[in-house]
Each structure stands twice: as structure tokens, then as C-alpha cells.
């Protein structure tokens, strides 16, 4: 899910019946920041924690004195919506652009080579000056530059117009960009490679794994049992055999000890002293109830030539007798075994040095992209580096390392899905950018043009997401400036074709891979720039969120809708939640029409919303009317349905396949989702949000059930039944209404109007609920619906 989509966050209405967002979310989030600021035992968390909490105070500062409008796609005030803003969780902007800030060190160091002040008006300056434009255009050679925010590729746009001529263009994008020169950084990164490989993307860089494998620390549980096998246990071997020496052939202390063997006490007793000063992780030796700090106590005793009591002499010898009982004579074979073993295990290299290891060899790498082969850096240790680190050769890195590792892969998309490099839709979201930008660039003819807005889709694709009220929408990578001002410079059909397949590739990938999820809002917004460029016409529609829901839809879910009447009227999809498809149909073609009419009236705008939806879907919810999240989440709830949440446009308009599986593979694929989130809800204790999730995934399995063939759809009931035999008892009870249900509708029957038959045997499966949910209740969902409570 898209984190802005998941946030709790309140809002209140102004009097123009405009929606804003309330203070109140981001005083929690400062709260807690300040909280793990004060006490978190690790101090960089604790720094983390300050920084965190420096950006929240600073949306309530700017919220309070109106320089922050929450809410809208201009947040800040005196920035553009162009300006990338610097955003926190759930969405919220804390009024300083995301470019700005103190000059990084290779803005410094161009300073210095360009012999201008270190300010970055000065550097805009200087990059407009024919210097300047050289240095700019050798880097568009090259293509030995980063963009990691989209601002930084406006002054190589500015370097490649005048270089084509196009100098008026030139001249208003600089215009445009100079009252923000002096705070906002337009230079580019220079970088030791050039751009990725068409085709190939990683999850991340080089440099970022091998940062969070130098973060890596030892494990405090593992380090202080390898102290206590390599450190404690010798010294309670030689401890026991001391004691050992009193016994004869009978107890400890049944001989006298002579003064060499006090005098070798005293030794042992320094030597605790030594060792205990320089490994203090266990504690074993301190603890006066554990055998090892009985016969320590016992010693000094004795060392100091004071008598032993007949209490500290029982426990002495309890604890000898036990010691020897446990593991054998100290030399004995029993013994020897013993410590063998445990000294082996000691040996294991630890994770921490390994991360190390694996750490050191990324170091070699280029760092600002991925790997093409993470081999190497995987490979288990060789003499050589046995050498260096002390490492055993042929030791294995752990899966922990390896996965950091293997993150670094730059490979196809598919590739990655089935090394699981990307385990799920959210993570494949984030990589989407990276496809999307090569996507995109080869719409562009000029080779040097197409790597810059390659790059710069990729540093878009990375913005983090606003929250936006009152059917705003976020910024588009077309309305940034410099972008605008190359727009002519595309080519049409070679474009479209490579969008339109790219589209196809990813929308197979989403939910093949992924069948029982819906597509992440990150996710949705990558595929609608491919639409866009595809010039395809296929709507795609985001998750909304219930807490800052208002009741309204824009257009396009309407059109969504149709798609979906279209593809689904008469199936089993169609049946099962009641939908009269038809009339989605009609409505579509009417409102259609009085949208077009709006838009064509010289004293209006179209229309930004589509009233006739949002009363289709709070009537199928019979929304009361009063707010609340749940009751926002079951009208919600209802357009997903209606639409599909974008499975029939991906497989109507677009025209992905299900793959070597089948529809009905990929239906038995969403129902095993369905089982495995409902078996997380025996003594679940914030069960609902499980409960939606599975709820999605059985919408899911409908929607891939309806593209059955009759034969596949006839087996699908005896394939669930051996599905659900597979999980926990409890999950088969919990179901059992939803497949009565589907047994139902499969059969030709229908759900009475509160989606129930049967008496409550059989129910119609959706996710959000205002007065508790049947799913957490099986007993009560057999006996029948539960009366509402009254007023």
C-alpha cells in the first residue's frame, strides 16, 4: 500500500466546505520522535530521532503560522509545485525544499575548480556563462552524472537547448528557474560511470548495501556465548581441577591442600581478575548461585586461609559433584568431546565479521549503481582473504549478508522477481521508476537527451508522495519546467510502441507475481505515465484513503467501471457482489456526455467529479451518511469492487495474460493468500486491517475466476476445498461462509440484499465492516446474521 494511503490522519472542514488537514497527526508524530529521542538506547537511532522530530516541529510551526496548506499540491508557501518538497511521513511537507538546504561537497569542490564563491547563485551563474555550458555539455557526453532529485537536471536541459539552438528556450527555462537559484540546487552530480543498462534495475546501489552492512554490529546474545565457550569455560575447567586436587578418593576438602596448591589459588584468582576486565559480556562468573561463582567464592575463602563454614562447604561441593556429573572429569573423553564441539562452534565466524567481509568487497565496485554479478561478492572466503581477516577459508556468508548482497543485482525485472530479490508488490513498486525512465527516454532521438530524462525519471520517480485533499493530484513529471521545455523534442510512434510494451511486461509481472495483492498506489502512478505515453486511454484509479475520504470520485473510476462492465458483464464476478454492469454502463455513457458538454462551455471547466459513481457506491454500502473511517472504508470499498482496482484495465485495455498457469492457477494462488492471512487471525490483536487484506485477495481470486474457462471454472470448488485442508482448522471454520457463498452464486443462486443466505450459512466476503466482522467470529456466523445492535 502507498504510506500516505495507510496514515491516520484528521481533518477538518473549512467554511468554501474545502477539506484540510488537522494539526493533530503531526503533533503525535513529533511526540514520538522526541520520546525515542530521550530514551532509545542506541545513540544513532537517538540522532535519527532528533532530526525527525527538527522536521515535524517545523510542519507545526509552518501549519500554525499559515505557511503550510497541508493538503494541496502547493504546500509551501513561495514554492511551485515544480519545487520537490521535503516530505515526512504520511505526507505531510515541512516547508523546505528538498534541494536545498547546506551545499553538498561536490557543489564545493565545483566552487573551487569554477573560481566562483561557494554559493549557489554563483554556481547558477557561472553554468550560464559559455564555461560554464562546456563543462555541462561534456557531462551530457559523458553521461558521467547523477540526478538524484529531479531539480538536478535543470541546468543540463538548459546546456543541451542552447547546444541545439534552441537558445529562447533556453533562455526562459533559466528565467524560470533563477528566482529559486540562490537556495535550490540545479547543478548535477559528476559520477565515475554513466547511466544503467536499458532494461536492468536494482532494488539498491552498491553504496547503499554496503553502508547497511558497515552498520551491522555484533550480536550481543551470540558474542557473549562465544565469550563464555572460549573465555569462561576453560577457567572453570581449570577451577574444577583444582578443587579436584582436595578430593582423593573421596570429597572436596577430604585432603589438605599444601601450600603450593594455595599458591596456585591466588594465581587462578588473579587470573578471574584479568579476564574479567577484559571480557565482560558474560556474567556467569559473578553470579554467586552459579557453580563457576560457588567455587570462585570458595577459593578466595581458603586463599585468604579463613575456614570454610558448613553452608559455603555444602555448596562446594554441590557444586563440584554436579559439574563432573554434567560433563565428565575435566581431560576425561566424555569431556574432551564436549569442548571440541563447543570449540568448534566458537570458530563459526560471526555475522558481524562476515558483513565485514562482504562490505570490503563492495568497497571495489562502482557505488552508484548495481551489481551485474553479485557472485563475487557473495562467493564464501578464499586463502587470501582468510589472511587478512582472520576468517576461516571457505566460510559461507549468512542469508542475512547475502540478501543485503544480492539487492545490488541489476538484472531484468523478472529476473529479480524469480531470484526474489523483490518479494512483493510494494518492493516491485519501488524499482518501477527505474523501467519506467528507460521507458520514457526512448521516446527521445538525441542519445545524450534520452540519458538525461532517463535519469531524470528515475530522481521523479523517487518524490516522495504529498497528501493531497479535495481530489488534488500529484505533480507529473510533464509540468516540471524542464521537462516542458524539451516536450517537442519527442518522437511519436517508436515511443508509444515502447510504452505500451513496457505497460504489458509490468502489468504481467504485478499480478502474476503477486496475484493476491492490489496494486500499490507507487505502482499505479508508474503504469498511468506508460499509459499516458502509450497514448492508450486505459484509466487506472489509486487506493483512496477512508480517514481523509470526502465521499467524492474523480471521472476516471466511473470510466474504470465500464472498463470493468465491459470485460466482466454476466460472469461470475458480476453475480457474486450484485452489480448490475449495465447500468455502470449507462451511467458511464450519460455522465460522459454531460462532462463533454461542461468542458466544451467557455464559462466552465469539466468536471472533477463524478457524482453519479460516488452515489452508486454509498448506496451499495448503504452509507448512513454520518462520518467515520469504516464507514468511509466500505464506500471505498465498493468502487474497488466496481472497478476491479485496475484488473480489467490491465487485462481488457492493456491486454496482460495470465501466463503458463492459467487464470485458474492464479485465482488458486489468491485464495492460498486468503487462507494464510486468515490464519494470522486466531488471537489476532488488531485483527481488521488482515481481515481487508484478505478481503482483496478473495476479490482477486473472483476477478481471475471470471476469465476461467467453463471446465476451469467448474473444477475451481474441489481445488479450494484442498486448499483450505492445508492450513489450521480454524481457518476452514472462519471460510466456511465465504465458500457457501461462492458455492452459491457458482450454482446460479443469489445473496439476499445484506449480502446473506441460507440463514447465515453462506455470506458474501468483503472487507470493511462498522459493526464487527463474521470472519472473527465463526461460531456466530453459523448460527446466522447477528441482529444490529440498537440505538
Known sequence: MDDDAEQQHQSIRTPAAAVTAAPSYARTEWVKAFRTALTHDDAATRDRAVE?????????????????????????????????????????????????????????EAARRFGVPAERAALFAHCLTEPG??????????????????????LLTVAWLVRTGEVAGAVDLAETLEPHAGTVRFLPRPSRIPAAAPGHVHRRTVADARRTLERRRPNEAVETQREALTVWNPFADDMLRHWLETTGTGRVLDVAPDEDWYARGAALLTRRRTLAAEHTRCRKHRDPKENLGI??????????????????????????????????????????DLRRRQSAQAALPSHHALAGLAARRLAALPQESGAFDVGPPTAEVSAGESRE???????????????????????????????????????LAELVPQLVAATTARSYPDGPLRTLMAAHHRAFGNRRSLLLL?????????????????????????????????????????????????????????????????????????????????????????????????????????????????????????????????????????????????????????????????????VIEQAQ?????????????????????????????????????????????????????????????????????????ASAPERLAEEVARHPAHV??????????LR????????????????????????????????????????????????
Open 52 to 108: 525527525r522530530g527538527r522536521r515535524w516541529r517545523a510542519v507545526l510551526a509552518g501549519m500554525a503560522e499559515g505557511r503550510l496548506r497541508i493538503g494541496s499540491r502547493t504546500p509551501v508557501e513561495g514554492l511551485p509545485a515544480w519545487v520537490t518538497p521535503e516530505v515526512v511521513r504520511g505526507g505531510f511537507a515541512t516547508g523546505a525544499a528538498s534541494a536545498a538546504g547546506p551545499l553538498q561537497p561536490y557543489e564545493t
Open 133 to 154: 555550458l562546456a563543462w555541462l555539455s561534456d557531462l551530457l557526453d559523458s553521461g558521467h552524472y547523477e540526478v538524484t532529485l529531479p531539480e538536478e537536471a535543470a
Open 295 to 336: 567455587l570462585i567464592a570458595a577459593l578466595e575463602e581458603s586463599v585468604a586461609r579463613r575456614p570454610l563454614d558448613p553452608r559455603r562447604l555444602g555448596l562446594l561441593r554441590s557444586a563440584v559433584e554436579a559439574m563432573v556429573r554434567r560433563r565428565g572429569v575435566p581431560g576425561s573423553p566424555r569431556h574432551a
Open 389 to 427: 581477516t582472520a576468517l576461516p577459508v571457505g566460510a559461507a556468508l549468512p542469508a542475512s549478508v547475502r540478501r543485503v548482497v544480492e539487492g545490488t543485482l541489476s538484472a531484468p525485472l523478472a529476473t529479480l522477481v524469480e531470484r526474489g530479490v523483490v518479494p512483493s508488490a510494494e518492493v
Open 470 to 634: 479535495n481530489l488534488e493530484r500529484q505533480v507529473r513529471a510533464e509540468e516540471l519546467p524542464w521537462v516542458r521545455a524539451v516536450t517537442a523534442f519527442r518522437s511519436g510512434p517508436d515511443g508509444d510502441r515502447a510504452a505500451l510494451d513496457a505497460l504489458r511486461e509490468l502489468g504481467e509481472v504485478a499480478v502474476r507475481s503477486f496475484p493476491g495483492t492490489i496494486l500499490p498506489n507507487p505502482l499505479v502512478r508508474e503504469l498511468a505515465v506508460l499509459v499516458r505515453q502509450a497514448d492508450l486511454g486505459a484509466p487506472l484509479v489509486e487506493e483512496l484513503a477512508a480517514d481523509i475520504f470526502t465521499g467524492t470520485f474523480s471521472p476516471k473510476f466511473l470510466t474504470s467501471a465500464r472498463v470493468a462492465a465491459e470485460l466482466l458483464r454476466g460472469t461470475l464476478y458480476e453475480r457474486y457482489y450484485g452489480i448490475d454492469y449495465a447500468a455502470v454502463r449507462d451511467l458511464a455513457v450519460v455522465e460522459a456526455g454531460r462532462n463533454l458538454l461542461r468542458s466544451s462551455d467557455p464559462r466552465g471547466e469539466g468536471a472533477r467529479t463524478s457524482p453519479g459513481f460516488a452515489a452508486l457506491c454509498a448506496g451499495r454500502a448503504e452509507d448512513p451518511g454520518s462520518w467515520s473511517v469504516a464507514g468511509n472504508g466500505k
Open 641 to 713: 469492487i466496481l472497478t476491479t482496482h485496475n484488473l480489467a484495465t490491465l487485462a481488457h485495455r492493456v491486454g496482460i495474460t495470465s501466463g503458463p498457469g492459467g487464470w485458474d492457477g492464479l485465482a488458486l494462488r489468491c485464495f492460498a493468500t486468503v487462507c494464510r492471512l486468515t490464519a494470522r487471525l486466531e488471537k489476532h490483536r488488531r485483527p481488521m486491517t488482515t481481515v481487508k487484506d484478505a478481503a482483496y485477495a478473495w476479490r482477486q481470486m473472483l476477478f481471475h475466476l471470471s476469465l476461467c474457462d467453463p471446465s476451469a471454472l
Open 732 to 741: 476452514a471454520a472462519r471460510l466456511a461462509p465465504a465458500l457457501a457463498g
Open 744 to 791: 452459491l452464486v457458482a450454482d446460479g443462486g443469489r445473496f439476499g440484499p445484506d449480502g446473506i443466505a441460507e440463514g447465515g450459512r453462506a455470506r458474501r466476503f468483503l472487507g470493511w465492516s462498522t459493526d464487527g466482522h463474521w470472519l472473527l467470529t465463526p461460531e456466530a456466523s453459523r448460527r446466522g446474521p447477528a441482529r444490529r445492535p440498537g440505538p
